[in-house]
């Protein structure tokens, strides 16, 4: 799957995107911030305060609980500043 | 009538009077418009620009999602929503709302309720740019916006 990562967060890992392929056990998308955070100094950084991060799966707000299934795209972010 | 509702994400200065004066061309069933313009301030002479940071797709998508909802949500006659990306001077416009519906009721509660889901919704994110060189960092999220969207869900 492909992953976007956007502003603090994508500071910390240094880049804007890649391509992911987590183990079948990531089912949720906390399981994947976990499977990520363990992937180098530069992930645990950004997910560090993993409740504050927010995630879309296809575009779409979800929550951390929520399943991966057939996603094609995720993407991790702080919480918006806009307007 | 259904609202007809407008959305952009543009790098690009926006007209904002031009903006809210093509909701109404044409028409005379019209009401009340009304605007909001967001603007990068300066805090206090200091802060130089602001760059702002969006997920491209998603954020139109969101800002038109949150858009019907107020178009459910009150009987409205056109909405305008336009949020800019890229580096944003002190003074220049960020962000512009426009409803418009026959009384003022509604376009009032519209454009607050657009704004406040739009700051708190929308993938936008702020870094601050300071005149003496030095980057502010990233804008932290305010509780007092998220405070201000969950009214909504309340009433």
């Known amino acids: 799957m492909k992953a976007l990562y956007f502003a603090s967060v994508r500071e910390h890992i240094g880049k804007a995107e890649e391509i992911l392929a987590p183990p079948e056990e990531a089912v949720t998308v906390a399981d994947l911030m976990h499977w990520l955070a363990a992937q180098g100094e530069n992930y645990a950084a950004a997910f560090a305060s993993a409740k504050t991060i927010h995630a879309a799966l296809d575009r779409t707000h979800v929550k951390q609980d929520a399943p991966l299934k057939g996603a094609q795209e995720i993407a991790f972010f702080p919480p918006m500043t806009g307007g | ?39 990068c301030r300066d805090e206090g002479g200091a802060l130089n620009a602001l760059e702002i940071e969006h997920y491209p797709v998603m954020a139109e998508a969101e800002i038109a999602r949150i858009a019907s909802q107020a178009a459910a949500r009150w009987p409205l006659e056109g909405i305008i929503a336009i949020h ?42 702020k870094k601050q740019h300071f005149k003496n060189g030095a980057s502010g960092g990233w804008v932290a999220a305010k509780g007092e916006d998220e405070a201000a969207a969950e009214r909504w869900r309340a009433s």
Do not use: C, N
Not at chain 2, 15 to 31: F, Q
């Open chain 2, 1 to 39: 009538m259904s609202a007809r509702i407008f959305v952009r994400v543009q790098k690009e200065p926006f007209d904002a009077p031009l903006e809210a004066a093509s909701l109404t061309k044409g028409r005379s069933d019209i009401g009340a418009v009304v605007t909001f313009t967001g603007l």
């Open chain 2, 84 to 125: 800019r990306f890229g580096l944003i001077r002190a003074g220049e416009p960020i962000v512009f709302v426009a409803a418009a519906s026959q009384h003022r009721a509604e376009a009032f509660a519209a454009a607050a309720f657009l704004m406040d889901y739009l700051k708190t919704g929308a993938p936008f994110w």
